[in-house]
């Protein structure tokens, strides 16, 4: 079966950098991908690594290492708008493109 | 807007009725996707759609749900015999590879 393990919440300054760990258990998969939602939103895709080391995209960088089975996302120059969960997903290479979800880490950001 | 949209937003029923939502996906998209997502969870995989085939559903999918997409466009999702255990947000997603686009939801209460 395939699990992912997110810490439930985390709590930033406005303006620092948090990281959001994502560690799994599945027996392969194709990618890790981010996801943020707002209360109330629906999920808006952040990332993607399909291979191990890290990409970046503005404010926001993803990291995978399938040796480690860990990932994480690292948002920099935290903003007050960056309030919201983020989840961590995979798509297990025994399925059509669905992804199998984390529960998600709120993020609480303070001015 | 040329977004995932969904109908309704809301819907209340009582225990034991049926319903029907409706998603219409990015116009491009081949794959759609039907997820449930309950407050403090990540999306939990319903059903998946690569045209009008549906090739995917999850075992733990009761009988009491169906989905169609006759013609490869929209998508519709039924709950049949409403139980208050269904009370969730229901997303519809498209893609045309691995990121996913998710419509806004529709939020289910069974009373």
């Known amino acids: 079966g395939q699990s992912l393990e997110q810490p439930s919440e985390v709590t930033a300054v406005e303006g620092a950098i948090v990281q959001i760990n994502c560690t799994y258990q599945t027996s392969g998969f194709y990618g890790l991908s981010w996801y943020q939602q707002h209360d109330g939103g629906a999920p808006t895709f952040l990332s993607y690594n399909g291979l191990d080391g890290l990409e970046e995209t503005g404010r926001f960088s993803s990291f995978l290492s399938r040796s480690d089975s860990y990932g994480y996302l690292l948002l920099q120059e935290l903003q007050m708008k960056d309030s919201a969960s983020y989840f961590c997903a995979v798509r297990p290479w025994d399925s059509n493109y669905q992804l199998i979800w984390g529960a998600g880490t709120k993020l609480i950001i303070k001015p | 807007d040329t977004g995932v949209s969904q109908d309704p937003r809301h819907k209340i029923t009582k225990r034991g009725q049926n319903v029907t939502f409706r998603c219409d996906p990015i116009?491009?998209?081949?794959?759609l996707y039907w997820y449930r997502q309950t407050l403090g969870q990540g999306p939990e995989f319903l059903t998946y759609f690569q045209n009008e085939a549906q090739l995917e559903k999850s075992r733990l999918l009761s009988d009491r749900f169906s989905a169609e997409r006759p013609k490869g466009s929209f998508s519709t999702l039924e709950i049949q015999r409403t139980e208050q255990g269904d009370s969730a947000m229901y997303l519809c997603a498209s893609s045309l590879v691995a990121e996913q686009y998710f419509g806004p939801g529709t939020r289910l209460t069974v009373t």
């Open positions: 116009s491009e998209h081949n794959r």
